[in-house]
């Protein structure tokens, strides 16, 4: 009994495996290329601002973060918004107070991984607008809210 168990185990990791290479052969729907596009042109811009990159695409059941930096002793949770005009609005207008509350949570189970340091913590945005589908300008927005009403670290 156990060693058919085992066997249909193998058999479904081998499955999950192809499915696994299956779906990532699929090309992207445009929308999500340009978040990427634009969560790399980010992550590239930050870096060179000299802070230094930990993660990216944080996720837990109450949020997610796209970047995790460090710049010197803060830690400094990114939003990043990337658009391909500014037609109707600033990208950094999406960062609402529903988007806040759920980035403060899920920086608050970032810490909480990290077991609470001792650390000072701040979220910045970050506008990506991407010009014919390849140039991009970025706008870094430091601090650019605090913790949602109601909860606070440190």
Request: with cysteine.
């Amino acid at each position: 009994m156990l060693a058919h168990a085992k066997k249909t185990c193998r058999s479904g990791l081998i499955l999950f495996d192809l499915f696994r290479r299956w779906w990532a052969r699929k090309p992207l729907p445009a929308h999500l290329r340009l978040g990427v596009a634009g969560e790399n042109a980010a992550k590239a811009h930050l870096k060179r601002k000299g802070l230094k990159f930990l993660t990216a695409n944080f996720k837990t059941p109450r949020g997610e973060i796209d970047l995790v930096f460090r710049d010197n002793d803060c830690l400094v949770f990114v939003e990043v918004k990337t658009r391909s005009s500014e037609e109707w609005s600033r990208p950094a207008a999406a960062v609402d107070r529903e988007r806040r509350l759920r980035l403060t949570r899920a920086g608050l189970d970032y810490l909480r991984r990290l077991k609470n340091p001792k650390i000072k913590v701040r979220f910045d945005i970050v506008e990506v607008l991407a010009q014919e589908g390849e140039s991009m300008e970025v706008r870094h927005l430091p601090n650019s809210f605090s913790m949602a009403p109601g909860y606070r670290y440190g």
